[in-house]
């Protein structure tokens, strides 16, 4: 499990951000779809970390639910490649190559240009290790003479039915409680080549490993947004159909992929074939875990749209907040956990963070207009709660990057990582502006005296131009793939920097002829300056973005 673990975080930092611009790409239909999630799963060695991907597409609506759903069965189809690497290594001594490739590993870890690939060839040697100990292990105990283990499963009738499901139902619940089909997959190799267990108990172990991993994701997927918990459950759904049509067809579809493997299930100890024929248990497991995929892909993809309503039926969208309540949208636990895929959770959720601050400036502004006291109270009121929610917000996707960095990560995806934490701080300036520029108002109103006109007019004329800054940036954050000309962003700038060095000159000019007291003079220009404050920060998150947005078209 481990040597797992490691050889696909591994593949994961070599090929993530390349997975993520194929993943994009290629999904213009349902065939395309499978083909990549067979690709990238197959690539990366996790169906796991395609199901993120997909997800975090699904959430950016880059990808709809029917091709996140045909990518999830190329997923199921790309896993498969697992259990031929594990039968691959129990046709040979594999133990033998083990120590030489720690040995390069351990080399390669320890240099500056190659130490994620050690880091992938220090997981398959110590996956196959494993594998290999397990192996050993059986060999030693001597399990096909082992009366207890005999005992137990010659208790079971191998023609029953009921057998086949005590059998399918171990199976799910072994997965469950390893949270690793992987590992069960290869403790069943190990039993059936030993000639424990018999072929047909063993393929219904396989399949419960099915039903159990998706349940897995599904409790992962819990905490998660609805679109998570729909793509999770799609695989569930999936897999369960797969196993009741195979289970109608039971033995005559074993019968089948032993006849493609070469293996004769009715060859005794006494068939001078006998041990070559055992040998080849494994590759009749792993067979069998491709024939199944691939089949109930071919049965279902003319019914992704109908496994879409399905889906959208049972798991109905959450009861939203109040958009006033503090949430994060995008950042998940669970399956949505993976190193380096979860830059993309982030950034999206950085977006959602700049629009929630645009909102609360549109606040401010209505705040400017309201005459009521009543009313005056109350958009003061939510501001302070979104300058809250956006102190909040900082925190949190700070501690998840801080956490993702953690991880063992690329250099490129580390300098994500800091432009990212950049982007957020000056968002949660913003907030901080727009809060200032309400209290400034709010103090205004309290208090006897008034804006002249003139400067009412000229406060919305900032406004406007702190508001076109705010929508540059949030266009820029969510126009990734087309080509924006960031120098606009920067022109505002300039133009909030002009106005402001004028309306100062010319406040001086209308204090000192009386044209308004020194006092509302100085709560005018307060606005004023926070205004070009404002317009300072949305550059610094422009600049920040602009470090980090080649990575994304």
């Known amino acids: 499990m481990f040597g797992m673990k490691s050889m696909s975080d591994s593949l994961q930092k070599m090929a993530g951000p390349q997975l993520r611009h194929v993943l ?32 975090s597409f699904v959430n950016a609506g880059l990808l709809t639910l029917a091709q996140a759903i045909s990518v999830i069965m190329g997923a199921n189809i790309g896993t498969t490649l697992t259990a031929w690497i594990m039968s691959a290594g129990f046709s040979f001594n ?16 320890y240099s500056k240009k190659r130490k994620i690939l050690g880091d992938f060839i220090f997981g398959v040697s110590f996956m196959f290790l494993g594998l290999g100990t397990l192996r050993q292990t059986g060999i030693d105990m001597d399990l096909a003479h082992n009366q207890p283990v005999l005992a137990f499963f010659t208790s079971f009738d191998p023609n029953s039915f009921t057998t086949t499901l005590v059998f399918l139902l171990i199976g799910s619940v072994l997965t469950m409680c390893v949270q690793s089909s992987a590992a069960i997959m290869a403790i069943t190799m190990i039993l059936c080549s030993n000639g424990v267990l018999p072929i047909y108990q063993g393929i219904a172990l396989v399949m419960g490993e099915n039903i159990g991993t998706t349940v897995t994701s599904n409790i992962a997927a819990l905490t998660a947004n609805t679109q998570a918990r729909r793509a999770a459950f799609a695989h569930m759904l999936f897999n369960m159909f797969g196993v009741l049509w195979v289970l109608c067809i039971f033995k005559p579809f074993i019968d089948m992929v032993c006849g493609f493997v070469g293996y004769n299930e009715t060859m005794t100890k006494a068939d001078p074939n ?60 669970g399956i949505m956990k993976t190193a380096e895929l979860s830059v993309l959770e982030a950034q999206k959720e950085i977006c959602s963070f700049s629009e929630r601050i645009q909102r609360m400036f549109g606040m401010v502004r209505d705040l400017l207009k309201e005459k009521d006291e009543k009313n005056l109270l109350k958009i003061f009121s939510r501001i302070e709660k979104y300058e809250g929610i956006s102190d909040n917000m900082e925190i949190e996707i700070a501690k998840y990057l801080d956490q993702v960095s953690d991880a063992h990560l690329s250099d490129e995806t580390k300098a994500k990582i800091r432009a990212m934490l950049r982007e957020i701080s000056e968002i949660e300036s913003i907030g901080d502006s727009c809060y200032n520029i309400a209290r400034t108002v709010n103090r205004r109103v309290t208090g006897k005296e008034d804006f002249t006109p003139q400067q009412y007019e000229h406060i919305h004329q900032m406004f406007e131009l702190t508001e076109s800054a705010l929508e540059q940036m949030n266009y820029m954050f969510s126009h990734n793939k087309e080509n924006i000309d960031v120098n606009r962003s920067f022109n505002i700038e300039n133009e909030i920097n002009n106005f402001r060095n004028q309306l100062k000159t010319q406040n001086i000019n209308d204090v000192n002829s009386h044209s308004y007291t020194y006092a509302i003079g100085t709560m005018y220009m307060d606005i004023i300056q926070e205004c070009e404050k404002l317009g300072d920060y949305v550059v610094n998150v422009v600049e920040a973005r602009m470090n980090t947005r080649q990575h994304y078209v």
């Open 24 to 55: 994009g790409a290629m999904t213009t239909n349902r065939f395309t779809g499978i083909l990549t999630g067979t690709f990238i799963t197959a690539a990366v060695q996790s169906s796991t970390a395609t199901t993120v991907m997909t997800v």
């Open 94 to 109: 594999i133990t033998d190559f083990v120590w030489p490739a720690f040995f390069i590993a351990i080399i390669l870890i």
């Open 274 to 333: 006998f041990l070559a024929n055992t040998a080849k248990l494994s590759f009749v497991l792993a067979a069998f875990h491709t024939t199944f995929n691939v089949a109930n892909t071919l049965v279902l993809v003319g019914f992704i749209p109908q496994i879409k309503k399905i889906v959208c039926k049972v798991i109905r969208p959450k009861k939203q907040n109040d958009e006033d309540d503090f949430r994060l949208r995008f950042i998940q636990t």
